[in-house]
């Protein structure tokens, strides 16, 4: 894993498994074209798609967002933390992120619970959805990251295990979590 | 499988010469012989599979859920001839998804894992090929039998047999679910990570074609670009693969209890004892 | 370590901004429930800038061998290929 050093004279290295990198590449791509065909139907009937639109409420989508990208921050900081022998805050961190996930994951069911209320379920409309068939794959692929991140935290508790390699390689799904949910929130909530 | 009473296979070694006399040795006399005949069934069952599905019963990309029924009664018969025909072959050979099966099993015995995850798989993959497979084809078989039948009974079994083919994903999914974990905690290196992780694309598949339940249009509806198109990209992806990295498993195969070696790199032996 | 903590903290502020920045483009379109290739084309740009930010900062990729580096970037080239491609595309045969 371990490179040539670069100019800074620290070696460069693969975060993680190179493993869980093609599986993040991949995953994406499918995602990409789910994006693609989302996109595709929306410009042949705008009119529909923006007055489904107009019954999300951006701002939840802001939180959603800004919960998660803190999420990525403190999974982050584990992973520094850990490498750096800090095993007590990373504990703490990883402990953090998936308290994070908790509130994304609540806030979800609230939305969907709100919308279904509104009269907006999954046959709907065409816009409804591809909302609830993008944020429901999200949603599953948070709910492994529950399970990835129980993984790290079974690691970094005990010191006979500590693989920095599978902390690292859990961190980088959970951050491909994060970065789907940017392209997906800006694709629901904002695109006009 | 008698793998686990073979001796070493390292008092059996190929011998050198032409290509032919090393296909030979191998499929005559290596222990691993069981193995490769196991995985050309394997192949074989694939390279009849899809030119059935694809060409001679013509059922799949599948039809659409919007047609009336006298669209369906017309699909029927065109493929009066064909259907009857490829599904016959298809009977035929079903008998060999359960070596195709047992070789994936085969493969997670290797592994450092319970045998509980081989077995699982087993009995899962076993019974996922009634609806997974053999509904759609008596469904469509019966629906060919007579032209004059009732169209709404045809109706009924056009619907019954692509949403029995396309709406039982979920057996698969915990089948591919089961080999994932095996390849993520197995210590014996058996197949790379990142075939597990592969394992876990192909799952979020099936997850993905069960909305076709609701949908009769759209994307998400049984001949859907999502539920159909776009899920058969990554599944065509997975299956090749699979094939492949069994392949690889089958060489590498030392018939020992401990991580599985990796292949010598051709250079070295090339420079090694001819 | 204090350095990198505070590092990651920047970047968390500048991912929120652009996040916020989506409040701000929404509220100068206030209403108005019409399709704009501008909006669409500006907010998935700013998507994806978020997304490089994730792969170099968080995802460590800043770091990681040139390979990577490279492999990542070709992949926000692509989402943003294909994104903007299907819209454009579909516009077009609208």
Known sequence: ???????????????????????????????????????????????????????????????????????????????????????????????????????????????????????????????FTYYFFLTGIHFVHLLIGFVVLGIVIYQLRSPARRSQQLVETCATYWHTVDFLWVLIFALLYVVR | MSAVITPPASSATPPTGPPHHRIAWHLWRSPKRELWLAWAILVAFYNLFFPVFFIVAQVQPPPQPTWDLATQVHWFHERQLGIPIGFGIIFAIGGMNAINNALIAYSMRRMSVTRAFGYSYLIIYSLSAIPGLYLLCIALIVGTLRPDRDPEAVGWLYDF?????????????????????????????????????????????????????????????????????????????????????????????????????????????????? | ?????????????????????????????????????????????????????????????????VLLCRLTDAWVVLIGAALLGSYFIGTAIR
């Open chain 2, 161 to 274: 047999a692509f949403l029995s083919f396309d709406g039982t994903m979920g057996v698969f999914l915990i089948g591919s679910l089961i080999w994932m974990v095996a390849i993520l905690i197995d210590k014996n290196r058996v197949f790379p990570k990142w075939f597990g992780y592969l394992n876990l694309c192909n799952a979020l598949t099936e997850v993905v074609v069960a909305p076709c339940w609701i949908f009769r249009r759209g994307v998400l509806a049984w001949n859907g670009q999502i539920a159909w198109w776009l899920d058969m990209v990554v599944f065509g992806v997975y299956q090749v693969t699979f094939i492949v990295m069994l392949f690889q498993m089958i060489r590498r195969e030392d018939f020992g209890t401990g991580p599985l070696p990796d292949l010598a790199r051709k250079k070295a032996q090339k420079n090694g004892e001819a």
């Open chain 3, 1 to 65: 370590m204090i350095k990198f903590n505070k590092r990651l903290l920047v970047v968390w502020i500048v991912l929120a901004a652009f996040t916020l920045s989506y409040l701000w483009i929404d509220h100068s379109l206030s209403g108005s429930l019409t399709s704009s290739a501008l909006v669409t084309s500006s907010v998935i740009v700013i998507a994806l800038i978020k997304v490089r930010i994730i792969f170099r900062e968080f995802m460590e990729v800043r770091q990681a061998p």
């Open chain 1, 1 to 127: 894993m371990v490179d040539l050093a670069d100019k800074s004279g620290r070696a460069r290295f693969v975060p993680g498994q190179p493993d869980m990198w093609a599986f993040v590449l991949f995953e994406t791509l499918v995602f990409t074209a789910y994006f693609g065909f989302y996109l595709f139907c929306r410009t042949q009937t705008p009119e529909a798609f923006l007055h489904s639109q107009a019954q999300l409420d951006l701002r939840i989508g802001v939180f959603n967002t800004l919960v998660l990208l803190l999420s990525s921050w403190s999974v982050a900081r584990c992973v520094q933390s850990a490498r750096a022998g800090a095993y007590g805050p990373a504990l703490r961190d990883a402990y953090l992120t998936a308290f994070f996930g908790l509130v994304f994951g609540c806030s979800k069911v609230f939305e969907w619970a709100q919308q279904i209320q509104l009269g907006n379920g999954f046959d709907s409309s065409d816009f």
